[in-house]
């Protein structure tokens, strides 16, 4: 076979190790998974009641525009619904924008560490990869703007950034699109946008009116716990939009994703709760960091990076072989850390007690 030789060099995505996999290595009844950025309290009881109910025809094709989800989110936004692009998670998103802009004549500009489907997509197009480091956590925007040149043609932006929780504050975000040069596409990840509270946090809606080189990813993966039905979409100009519908796969989105997705929008209070629900539960990390002395990023999303200064892997086995999946930062860039994503009250008092008995094995 004559593989891309660009193929034959990239690992494919490994998810974090399933409920199932850990109780049969361990011989344990009970797993708290908070690895993968999920919403600990699923999704909106409406939308499961609308998912019941729901009688499709198994034998016909999806909605390939996505109607009813298209102008129910058209309207929530107040965009056009011409300015909406979906996809099978906003993954799918990522991988439309890779392919349409990018090949072996070309080159991208991203943070490190950061989202790695990013890189992962570029490679796949052969595609240069220009990776700036983060600064203390956050972009180094000037950095970033100093690596461009006359063949970028995509500049990647997460906000709040994953792995560290970090964002970028609407004056520095304005400040840089108006920087870059109108013929590169600048992609501002928000996969963890309806987490946000920063006061400073910025208005993505708002700069699309000024910037027509610019599009919004958004998921409903995370805070509508929706991550098994797999939908995310971007926004942008309407010429934008345009080219990249070519480069979408027909009927990307099923059926029952996209009535999830439609009701779950309509259950703002939901989302408030699960967002009153995830500050409370940061406030309990930020704590526990603080009385055991430990770095850590203040985040901005649904999870949280502490530094224990040592092997994150050590850490992350420590809390595996005792019920608890959570990221060893290792493979996120930041070898002595570990990612946790917020749970419940409870879930989160359950991994911190043993928090404790790991840093008091360890003294």
Same mark, same amino acid.
């Given at each position: 076979?004559?593989?891309?030789?660009?193929?034959?060099?990239?690992?494919?995505?490994?998810?974090?190790?399933?409920?199932?996999?850990?109780?049969?290595?361990?011989?344990?009844?009970?797993?708290?998974?908070?690895?993968?950025?999920?919403?600990?309290?699923?999704?909106?009881?409406?939308?499961?009641?609308?998912?019941?109910?729901?009688?499709?025809?198994?034998?016909?094709?999806?909605?390939?525009?996505?109607?009813?989800?298209?102008?129910?989110?058209?309207?929530?936004?107040?965009?056009?619904?011409?300015?909406?692009?979906?996809?099978?998670?906003?993954?799918?998103?990522?991988?439309?924008?890779?392919?349409?802009?990018?090949?072996?004549?070309?080159?991208?500009?991203?943070?490190?560490?950061?989202?790695?489907?990013?890189?992962?997509?570029?490679?796949?197009?052969?595609?240069?990869?220009?990776?700036?480091?983060?600064?203390?956590?956050?972009?180094?925007?000037?950095?970033?703007?100093?690596?461009?040149?006359?063949?970028?043609?995509?500049?990647?932006?997460?906000?709040?950034?994953?792995?560290?929780?970090?964002?970028?504050?609407?004056?520095?975000?304005?400040?840089?699109?108006?920087?870059?040069?109108?013929?590169?596409?600048?992609?501002?990840?928000?996969?963890?946008?309806?987490?946000?509270?920063?006061?400073?946090?910025?208005?993505?809606?708002?700069?699309?009116?000024?910037?027509?080189?610019?599009?919004?990813? #958004?998921?409903?993966?995370?805070?509508?716990?929706?991550?098994?039905? #797999?939908?995310?979409?971007?926004?942008?100009?309407?010429?934008?939009?345009?080219?990249?519908?070519?480069?979408?796969?027909?009927?990307?989105?099923?059926?029952?994703?996209?009535?999830?997705?439609?009701?779950?929008?309509?259950?703002?209070?939901?989302?408030?709760?699960?967002?009153?629900?995830? #500050?409370?539960?940061?406030?309990?990390?930020?704590?526990?960091?603080?009385?055991?002395?430990?770095?850590?990023?203040?985040?901005?999303?649904?999870?949280?990076?502490?530094?224990?200064?040592?092997?994150?892997?050590?850490?992350?086995?420590?809390?595996?072989?005792?019920?608890?999946?959570?990221?060893?930062?290792?493979?996120?860039?930041?070898?002595?850390?570990?990612?946790?994503?917020?749970?419940?009250?409870?879930?989160?008092?359950?991994?911190?007690?043993?928090?404790?008995?790991?840093?008091?094995?360890?003294?």
């Amino acid at each position: 076979m004559r593989w891309k030789k660009q193929l034959l060099e990239l690992s494919p995505y490994l998810p974090g190790k399933s409920i199932e996999e850990v109780k049969k290595q361990y011989g344990l009844e009970k797993i708290t998974k908070l690895a993968s950025n999920e919403n600990p309290f699923g999704c909106s009881d409406k939308v499961l009641e609308s998912l019941k109910k729901y009688q499709p025809k198994t034998e016909l094709y999806p909605d390939g525009y996505a109607t009813n989800l298209r102008e129910t989110l058209a309207e929530a936004l107040q965009v056009d619904i011409n300015q909406l692009l979906f996809g099978n998670g906003s993954d799918e998103i990522i991988q439309i924008i890779s392919r349409a802009l990018l090949h072996s004549d070309s080159n991208t500009v991203m943070a490190t560490p950061t989202f790695p489907q990013y890189r992962h997509n570029a490679i796949l197009e052969g595609a240069e990869v220009r990776e700036v480091p983060l600064k203390n956590g956050d972009h180094d925007l000037d950095g970033m703007l100093a690596a461009v040149d006359e063949k970028t043609n995509v500049i990647w932006l997460c906000s709040p950034n994953n792995p560290t929780g970090t964002y970028i504050s609407e004056e520095k975000m304005a400040s840089f699109l108006s920087k870059v040069p109108q013929d590169i596409l600048v992609v501002i990840d928000e996969a963890y946008y309806e987490y946000a509270v920063a006061e400073d946090y910025h208005d993505s809606i708002n700069l699309l009116k000024e910037f027509k080189n610019l599009i919004v990813l #958004r998921t409903f993966s995370k805070i509508y716990g929706l991550a098994s039905m #797999r939908v995310g979409y971007g926004i942008a100009d309407r010429d934008i939009i345009r080219a990249l519908e070519p480069a979408r796969e027909p009927f990307n989105t099923n059926s029952f994703a996209q009535l999830a997705a439609k009701t779950s929008i309509e259950d703002t209070e939901f989302v408030e709760v699960c967002k009153l629900k995830n #500050r409370e539960g940061l406030e309990q990390f930020y704590q526990f960091c603080g009385e055991n002395a430990l770095e850590y990023f203040p985040s901005q999303g649904n999870f949280i990076l502490i530094n224990f200064n040592r092997d994150g892997d050590e850490v992350f086995q420590y809390l595996l072989s005792r019920g608890f999946i959570v990221r060893s930062g290792k493979a996120l860039g930041f070898p002595s850390c570990v990612r946790i994503t917020v749970g419940s009250k409870e879930q989160n008092e359950g991994l911190i007690e043993l928090l404790k008995e790991f840093l008091a094995e360890e003294l």
